[in-house]
């Protein structure tokens, strides 16, 4: 991957929906060039897939919230994982160093909603502790950063 590879995932990242002869314009190729560059950033794994940025108020998911967890010591991880994969409100969840066992993002349409996905967890005995950070607010939250260098 070179510097023009860079520049278009960059450009992609702000507009997926950018022609290919603006973006050949913004990196001085052609637009067949172009689309071939993309072809093997895709085929090679690099681009993963092309996706939208909604709004996510305006889809009835107003409230954000990061969960702590820790695991219980006869949890099955793996089952954890799947669970977290396939769960409709989790954004993203991580594992990660520290006291705590994973890091979960949640999107979910209230407050309300919290309890029961923790009681969910906690039913399947995933749960050992956990603490729920709520934000108020958000300053910058972004689905890609660019590898310009």
Request: contains cysteine.
């Amino acid at each position: 991957m070179d510097e023009i590879d860079r520049k278009i995932i960059g450009i992609l990242a702000q507009d997926a929906r950018r022609s290919l002869t603006d973006i050949g314009a913004a990196v001085e190729l052609s637009p067949s060039s172009v689309n071939e560059r993309i072809r093997r950033l895709v085929t090679s794994g690099v681009i993963r897939r092309f996706t939208i940025d909604a709004d996510h108020s305006a889809l009835g998911l107003d409230v954000l919230a990061y969960v702590w967890v820790g695991l219980s010591p006869d949890a099955d991880e793996a089952a954890f994982r799947t669970f977290m994969a396939d769960h409709p409100c989790v954004a993203e969840c991580h594992h990660v160093t520290g006291a705590w066992s994973y890091c979960v993002k949640v999107r979910m349409p209230s407050l309300g909603d919290i309890e029961p996905f923790l009681a969910e967890l906690k039913h399947r005995r995933f749960l050992a502790r956990s603490e729920t950070v709520i934000a108020l607010s958000t300053v910058r939250e972004t689905q890609f950063t660019s590898p310009e260098r």
